[in-house]
Structure formats: C-alpha cells, structure tokens
C-alpha cells in the first residue's frame, strides 16, 4: 500500500494546455488500487479552470467509463463558451488513448454575500469531531483505501454499525472530512468531498464496490477554513443502481456543495 | 403564439445519424418562444438512444450555454464506450454553429424486477387528478407558455398561491403530469419531466425567468402507462442560484425518475 503524506494541489495538478492537459493520479488518492471517482473530478475541475481562468467550479457533472490506474493521464479540455459571469467546459480524462472519465463543467465566480433563502435542506445533525470515528487506510479483511492516509474521515460512531456486524441498517453516513496536508476546502477540493465517503449502502447491504456511473456537483459557496461535516444518503436501490445525495456544510453551518450520483451496486 | 397538438415523439424526432443528427426544435414545446430545458434534453435522449440502440436513457447530465430557438439544429453525438449494459455518449446541440446545449449520457437497460429497497424518499401527498388546477398556456399578464398546450400538468391548489397573489411560501410544486397526444411516459419523456413544472420558487420570491444551468436526471425504472406524479423542490438560493430537485413516480407508486438542476434566479 502507497504511503506518504501528498498535497491535495500537487496530487490534482494538471500541467500542458490550454487544450491538452496532463495529470498524474496519485497512488495514494485510491480505492482498492483505482483512483477515486471525486478525486478524477477534482482533477479535470483543475484542468477547467486552467483553461477558462475562472475562479471556481460552479457546477460539475461526470459520467464514468472504464477505471483509469494511478499514473499518467491526459486530459482534453473544450471551452465551449466563454462567458462574462460563467464558462462551460467539457473535459475528457484519458488512459492509453482510452476514455475513462467525461466530465462538463459551468465554472465561474461564486456567492459573495449571506444566503437569500433556505427550506427543507435536512438538518443533520452530526457530533463534534473529537466524537467522531476515524476512518483508517485499512478497512475491514484488509481492504486498501489508502485515501483515508491522505484525509481525516472521522464518521458518527452512530451509522458505523457495520464495522461491528451490526449494520445500522440506515443508508445514511455522517462525519467531518478535512484534508490531511492542512489546505482548506475550495471549490475543486469540494468535488473531492462529495464523493468522499465510503457508500451508504453499507450498513443496509452487504455488497461489493458501488462503482460510479455518473456524479452532479454543485458548489454553493467558498467555504470557511476547516473542517467541514459531510453527510451522504441513499434514498433507492431499483434494477442494480442505487442513487447517493451528499451535502457539504462548512464550520459556519453554510451549505456549501451538494453532491448526487448514481452508482452500480452488486450484492457481495 | 403557436398552436395545435404534435406528438411528442415527432417533435423529439432526430434523423440522419450515427454522428451527425438533425432535428426540428418545436415551436410549441417552448416557455417564452424558447425551448424548455427538459424538452432539448428529451431531443439529445433520443439521437443518443439512436447513436447505440441502446432502449433506455439511464442518466442524462446537461449543461446549458445558450438558448436555442425554435427550428433547425444539428446533433454531434459521440459514442464513447460501447458496453453489454450500458454505453455512453456525448451529445452537443448546436444553432448555426453555435453550441447550445451539451450533455453526457449513460444507456441502457433499467430495472425489470420489483424494487429492492428504499428509504426517505419523501412522502409526497397529491391529491386525485381531477381536484388539481390545470396548467394553461397563457401565463400571468399573457405570458406566453405555450408548452402547456402540448402536455397536460395539473397542480395542486394548495401549492398556487402566487397565482392568486398570495404565493404559498413553500417552494415545491407538485401535481399530475400526462403527454396530451396520448402517449406513456418513457425514459425520454421523463426526461422532460424532470424539467416541467414552472420555477418552484414562484411561490417564495417574484423572479424573471429561471435559466437552467445544469440538469442532471436518473431514469430508475420504465414507468406504468398513464399520467406521472411530480414533485419539485428548491433548497437554497444562494449566490443568485438555486438548487432544484425532481421526483417522479409512476400510477402504481413505483419512483421512475430523479432530477436536480442549478439555475440563475433574478430579482423581479
């Protein structure tokens, strides 16, 4: 297993441009040997970025095809329209001249004053830190995820029944996500964050890898330094995919990202 | 303002193909003389179902950079993984050479079985058909929607207070919908489902129009024939943008779609 401690810049860098980028996935940033699915998108957001000269992500949305391996990548970047608040871009990650990762992007500047209006975003509440449960880089068996050297994951003890054979049988998860090189949250590091936690669908079924088919996320304010309290729920399973809804708050309790996405899930 | 009925399927129709589609953007399935989202993404749907022969639209995730208008438009559609159960496409609406919409697809089969669980979808009370209000085509002050002369949406009272000047205070809009040229929903049709009702947050703040940025929408299962029940939700609106989700069930109960989109909202 991978270890060493890598910043999140340096693990999301993308070199070339202004059309064809370059990447190297971390072997650290991985599941089970396969980069995560938000750390892919937080890298072709840097690429968007890069290409357009826009502050920040605004909106993300990603469709998975084949699992790339840590190492060289290549990255297309399209901006499809420049515009004066916001651009759109479409980024296309490639392994061996193979597509694993599609992505689009709307990136541009974000909220700047208080929030207008909020209704229904469900209250979760979640214990301080120093309550949580740490995830570590070795799961259950042995299992590798060796991201978890990389962030400090700490879950509500409460939805943590399946690491004791007791599945809560709640498919919700709950805790504090911070960056192990002490950077703060921006807008590409929140693309990371909502994709961040194991799945939800573990303490309800025993399954295998929930492999991503596709991943929205919207991000709704620069957050303040810090921590910041993630929650992930799945609402169906139908036909062997399962949906997943994220939230991402901020220490001031501002919701700063929303997350959704649909994921294959086979029984174990 | 145009009139009379055209299929929904003639007005989604793409011809030509594999890469290269045209079709004929209806001037009847338009809010204000342009094009609903829901609608171009329906369109996109369908040249990507042709593109693979895949049957079912399984996740369709859009960007929008410019609104087209109603006629002409090409379709580039590119196939980017051909799999056993699904593939994926790329597909990029353009008007006189301009990009439009661009959106990603995954394609495939859906769910045949019975549902295999679900938890905290919310429980949303609609009342019958027949006690709903139905949506004309002619908006407040004459504002012309002349999409609602081509599908049948009939929402409930309680949640049209604006129309009657005293505007709820809850943004969720939820009622019946139904094609008026007769057809059943299928995974295309949901498509422009999620994007059907009017702007939930009417009913909390007076707003020009509410341009899409992002959709993003699940198909989960084949729907039941007849009409579909929907609802639709704002969260936050922060940074002039809110958050909107969809969902969609079926006659016998059964969820068949989600959606979430992000849109601009002005002042009035």
């Known amino acids: 297993m991978p270890t060493g401690l890598v910043a999140f810049a340096a693990a999301t860098a993308v070199v070339g441009g202004p059309r064809d980028y370059r990447a190297d996935l971390d072997s650290r940033w991985t599941v089970a040997g396969r980069p995560n699915g938000g750390y892919l998108l937080a890298v072709l957001g840097r690429a968007a970025l890069e290409a357009t000269g826009q502050p920040h992500v605004v909106a993300a949305s990603a ?10 990548v290549r990255i297309e970047v ?3 329209r420049s515009g004066r608040t916001v651009s759109q871009v479409r980024a296309t990650l490639r ?3 193979r ?3 599609v992505a689009l992007f709307t990136v541009g500047g974000l909220a700047a004053g208080p929030v207008s209006w909020s209704e229904g975003v469900p209250e979760v509440a979640v214990p301080p830190r120093d309550r949580c449960q740490p995830v570590g880089p070795v799961g259950p068996g042995g299992f590798d995820v060796s991201i978890m050297g990389q962030v400090d994951l700490r879950l509500d003890p409460a939805c943590l029944g399946s690491a004791r054979g007791r599945p809560s049988g709640h498919a919700e998860l709950r805790g504090w996500l911070a960056l192990l090189d002490g950077t703060d949250f921006d807008s590409v590091a ?3 964050a909502v994709d961040a936690l194991p799945p939800a669908t573990f303490e309800i079924a025993p399954s295998g890898w929930v492999p991503t088919l596709e ?3 919207y991000v709704r304010a620069q957050p303040s330094p810090g921590p910041v309290r993630v929650v992930q729920r799945a609402q169906l399973i139908d036909g062997g995919r399962v949906d997943e809804v994220c939230l991402v708050w901020d220490g001031t309790g501002r919701l700063v990202a929303q997350g959704t996405q649909l994921a294959l899930i086979r029984p174990a």
């Open 63 to 72: 469709h998975y095809l084949r699992p790339p391996t840590p190492g060289p």
């Open 99 to 101: 597509d694993c990762v």
């Open 78 to 80: 399209d901006v499809l």
């Open 95 to 97: 392994q061996d001249a």
């Open 215 to 217: 991943l929205t996320a």
């Open 190 to 192: 929140l693309l990371y």
